[in-house]
């Protein structure tokens, strides 16, 4: 399966925000919300495309004078996955978290996706907390963060 990732484009945003629908039931990014990020020195958006579609796409958060970079979102099209592309974008996401010169990636996931964090600790991510009530129906997240540079 040929894919290519890059840094996303404005003219990637739709694309995006409808990967989300596929993705996720709720606390999706909207299409404003991928623009703004895609547009913002402080963020880094990137695109998974397999052809001409869209198949996978992430958002990594910068703070200036942080060593830590957030992975706010990152997703793999249902009809993709179990092929490896999550392993892929993730090392792209490190990857990029590194050239910004990051130490640390943190993130958050639902504690009640055990396949996610799973995936997580078997590259590397280790729990170190949790938000009560993080997510829009309630439910909490689990934090996790991996040392990049050691």
Request: net charge positive.
């Amino acid at each position: 399966m040929k894919i290519s990732i890059y840094p996303s484009t404005i003219s990637d945003a739709f694309a995006l925000a409808q990967l989300e629908r596929r993705c996720f039931p709720g606390d999706r990014l909207s299409l404003g919300q991928y623009r703004y990020f895609i547009r913002r020195p402080s963020a880094q958006v990137l695109t998974m495309m397999q052809s001409d579609k869209v198949i996978g796409g992430a958002v990594l958060l910068f703070r200036r004078h942080s060593a830590i970079a957030r992975l706010y979102s990152i997703a793999i099209d249902p009809a993709f996955q179990g092929h490896g592309l999550g392993v892929e974008l993730l090392a792209e996401v490190e990857a990029y978290a590194k050239g910004r010169r990051a130490t640390l990636v943190r993130l958050e996931v639902r504690q009640d996706n055990q396949v996610a964090i799973q995936f997580y600790k078997k590259h590397g991510y280790l729990a170190f907390g949790e938000y009560e009530h993080y997510y829009e129906d309630g439910a909490p997240a689990l934090r996790m963060q991996k040392i990049l540079i050691k």
